[in-house]
């Protein structure tokens, strides 16, 4: 199975602050992968596909890069709102594995 | 509106049998795959199953195989997980996804239903 590794597992940041957060599979996905953000007590919201795309409805502020075995999402001026978990997943091949998770919390 | 609706989560002995339904509208329902992930409570998310959308192709996570049955009845716009042989571990809130047209993501995503699993 393609592991997932995201870490820090917990971010400070300010309101302003440029964010990026790393994750890492363990073999080559190419492109195969997405992020999603989740707030306590909310189902996940897709953000990026396909490693770099935005997705329908997502600020701008949200972007994506990376290929092969090394990704990460980036958020250009961190938000009140945007304080919550963020996760990757692969879909390149079964099981479509989430990393663990990183919080983005209020330094 | 797109919108999907879990519901058949409850609390469950050990053992025991659990049938979920996910109720989906405002899109072509049998145009997509479909999955469940679920969520331990303060853990991170599992991808539990895959579903075509005619329904002729399924996946499971090994932690379910050979216990749980995902089907779908595009008929009814309805997708379903049958939990048999429930553990303690399967304690969790499930989630039902739409599949993205390339299958990159899961787009949209119920409110989640949760299943408790006393032993």
């Known amino acids: 199975d393609i592991q997932l590794t995201q870490s820090p597992s917990f971010l400070s940041a300010s309101v302003g602050d440029r964010v990026t957060i790393p994750c890492r599979a363990s073999?080559?996905?190419?492109?195969?992968l997405a992020w999603y953000q989740q707030k306590p007590g909310r189902a996940p919201k897709l953000l990026i596909y396909?490693?770099?795309t935005l997705q329908s409805g997502v600020p701008s502020r949200f972007s994506g890069g990376g290929s092969g075995t090394e990704f990460t999402l980036t958020i250009s001026s961190l938000q009140p709102e945007d304080f919550a978990t963020y996760y990757c997943?692969?879909?390149?091949?079964?099981?479509?594995?989430f990393g663990p998770g990183t919080k983005v919390d209020i330094k | 509106e797109v919108q999907l609706l879990e519901s058949g989560g409850g609390l469950v002995q050990s053992g025991g049998s659990l049938r979920l339904s996910c109720a989906a509208s405002g899109f072509t329902f049998s145009s997509y795959g479909m999955s469940w992930v679920r969520q331990a409570p303060g853990k991170g998310l599992e991808g539990v199953s895959l579903?075509?959308?005619?329904?002729?192709?399924?996946y499971y996570a090994d932690s379910v195989k050979g216990r749980f049955t995902i089907s779908r009845d595009n008929s009814k716009n309805t997708l379903y997980l049958q939990m048999n042989g429930l553990r303690a571990e399967d304690t969790a809130v499930y989630f039902c996804a739409k599949r993205l047209p390339t299958s990159n993501g899961l787009d949209v995503w119920g409110q989640g239903t949760t299943v408790t699993v006393s032993s």
């Open positions: 579903i075509s959308g005619s329904g002729g192709s399924t």
């Open positions: 396909a490693a770099s």
């Open positions: 073999q080559g996905i190419s492109s195969y």
């Open positions: 997943q692969q879909l390149n091949s079964y099981p479509f594995t």
